[in-house]
């Protein structure tokens, strides 16, 4: 079992950034893939990004070029740095694990307005 805690959500105005933190209960150097999703009010949940195995990574299209998925595995934990983020963007955003067992994080809500 792993616990995955996510922090660093918040209100931030359009144009800006913000870096979710998903800090987990062990080591994630064994959790071969890790990403974030996103819920929307009254939307299904979004893939946003993954990180794949030594560090390969992908994006949903509406996120490309603006946000970026890492990870630290001395820290055990995964990062995404958000930036030029857009009304569009406000959501809850849930890490998750994967090493033969899906693990979600509690979520953290990400507000986007001026």
């Known amino acids: 079992q792993v616990q995955l805690v996510e922090s660093g959500g918040g209100l931030v105005q359009p144009g800006g950034s913000l870096r979710l933190s998903c800090a987990a209960s062990?080591?994630?150097?064994?959790?071969?893939?890790m990403g974030w999703y996103r819920q929307a009010p009254g939307k299904e949940r979004e893939w946003v990004a993954g990180?794949?195995?030594?560090?390969?990574?992908n994006y949903a299209d509406s996120v490309k070029g603006r946000f970026t998925i890492s990870r630290d595995n001395a820290k055990n934990t995964l990062y995404l740095q958000m930036d030029s983020l857009k009304p569009e963007d406000s959501a809850v955003y849930y890490c998750?694990?994967?090493?033969?067992?899906?693990?979600w994080g509690q979520g953290t809500q990400v507000t986007v307005s001026s």
């Open positions: 990180n794949v195995g030594a560090g390969h990574t």
């Open positions: 998750y694990g994967d090493d033969g067992a899906r693990y």
């Open positions: 062990k080591s994630i150097s064994s959790i071969y893939v």
